[in-house]
């Protein structure tokens, strides 16, 4: 049975589209195991050769190498993401140790690290590779050296016992702050205090509350990762609000077996050590090395120009929120004669809800007749990539994917070339994670042959009941148009190398492409093409868009500040040199010291992420990282200057931002391929405009 395994060979279906409909649960196991042997043998025949370490007798088979673990981690983890299972769940959990020994046994090789840092210790005086193979030969060098390749097999030793101790400890943090989530949701006795809430969220809450095995007539508010509890916009009761903000903040951090405080600080010196061993001054130092921003002062450069108006903003909210909730306050704060104390951190989010209503008469649900799946997807999403770079769709009912609800689209350029395979999995369901993602199937790469790409996006709708229409929110029409900017990205891949296709690019970088598609959506011939009334026709009313575009900045110095804070915390932690992270033993004082530093220690405002419940970072792999989002918006708000400047929806527009940027993928220096798409370097400014920072 073993020779029928459908990833032993590439596919020969179209555009190398995966089998679905012949892979079986029992062909995984036995693919990744050969997948990983395979490897392992062909990159011991390139570390055995005599001859001289080059180019072509290097990374070109190391380039090569791994084409069946790839095959078949792609359909996996998509799988295991989209339509998972027991089966998956368990092959997830006994294959994952695997595959990171796997790639530890390949980075940390010497012989093959000797032979890369000798192509690489030469690359200037090389006159015949290309940039592209210099670009790659420098990711190659750079991501072994970070792993610890250049190290001595003692340090390789003390660096295995690290990451060991690492990896045990950011399970802990993750399954503390899991137990501790439980235990401190919020227990309602009474369904008057859940006043303001919709009957389908008390519902819910009851229903919580009896998974519980909690008594008849008791409701739970189970508390959500950020800080801030969608409740809290519409709970009536100030001292229920202040509960759930109580709870949600403690976590981790009031005492008893699930807390985090020394975890976290034990992960700290870890990181801190780890660097030093690698030759760098902290955690964030060597993070930062491999990225767009290359260093933490880079970054502290940014978040500190941005964090002052942002704080300024707030007050400024704050002061306005106040003047609106004098009487109506409870009569706590009766010593504070500044109205700017008066606000709380639980208040904040109801009083805004209520400006906005007000102020802009905006209510985003309404808008959903509008927003019909089918017009989205064909007279929004794919049209305004049609007029931009010329490509058309046609859906290929005749190919299966690996759900019957996933559609199949093949994508042409305009003259009529073969450009890839769309695949879209539009709907939730319980084998599903939540979110919105996409990753590819097959990644468009010359050297192996691949012309073309194979991406899907995920995204979470409810599905309506048969016969009825599927009517998208604000913000799914929002993600639908994020997403496929990410599905771009990998469908105009056009580079040679397979380390270097597509989304293949920084942490800092890749959410670039995806937030400046979102400017679509709005754009005006976009949406008079697709947001029309899925009974009546009638276009979306031009008085609602206007307040739509008035609203944008409505509240975001709060957002920015609480964004910031999480931010300006993860650096401050990861910034810490080894010596210097020995000496800190008081997380909470630590926390208030780095946020004060910044002005960001508006008790009102808090930060997105406490420490002791911050997951991206201390068990996310968003480590020293948590900046990237806004330092990509830096790029995505410049670019939309750019297309505003030049005339927006073109195609000669499109065809510039494809060739020079989004077809690069990860073959360039990310900032070297935006300066020659924008003509120079990128500004702060329209981000500065956009969030009301100027
Ligand atoms: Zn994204």
Known sequence: MVDQNPFFEPSTLEYRLPPFAEIRDEHYEPAFEKGMSDQLAEIQAIVRKRDMPLFENTLVPLE?????????????????????????NELEEKIAPQLAAHRDAILLDSQLYWRVT?????????AELTEEQKYLVHRWYTEMTLAGAGLDDGQKEKLKEFNQKLSVLTTKFEKNLLSDTNELAVVIDDVEDLDGLEPGEISAAAQAASDRGLDEGKYLVTLVLPTGH????SLTDRGIRQRIMDASQA??????????NDVLLEIVRLRAERAALLGFPSHAAFVLADSTAKTPEAVAAMLGRLAPPAARNAKAEQAELNLLTEDELDDDDSTAT????SIKSWDWSFWTEKVRQEKYDVDTAALRPWFEAERVLQDGVFFAASQLYGITFTERKD???????????????????????YLLDLYTRDSKRGGAWMNPLISQAELLGHETSVVVNNLNVPKPATGEPTLLTFDETSTFFHEFGHALHGLFAHVTYPKLAGTNVFRDFVEFPSQVNEMWMLWPEVLANYA?????????????VDRLHESEQFNEGFATSEYLGAALLDQAWHGLSADAAKKVTQVPSFEADALKAV????PAVPPRYRSTYFAHVFSGGYDAGYYSYIWSEVLDADTVDWFKENGGLTRANGDRFRSRLLGVGGSKDPLEAYVDFRGRAAEIGPLLKRRGLE
């Open 64 to 88: 090569q190498s791994g084409q069946l673990l790839e095959r078949v981690a792609n359909v996996f983890f998509n799988k295991s993401s989209a339509d998972s299972s027991d089966f998956t």
């Open 118 to 126: 000798t192509i690489h210790d030469e690359l200037e005086q090389n």
């Open 230 to 233: 969608p409740f809290l916009a």
């Open 251 to 260: 976590r981790g951090a009031h005492g008893g077996e699930f807390d985090n």
């Open 338 to 341: 500044a109205s700017s104390e």
């Open 399 to 421: 190919l299966v994917g690996y759900h019957p609800d996933v559609r199949v689209f093949e994508v042409r350029n305009e003259d009529g070339s073969a450009l890839g395979l």
């Open 532 to 544: 029309k009334h899925y009974q009546t026709g009638a276009q979306l009313d031009q008085g609602i």
């Open 599 to 602: 002005g960001l220690d508006n």
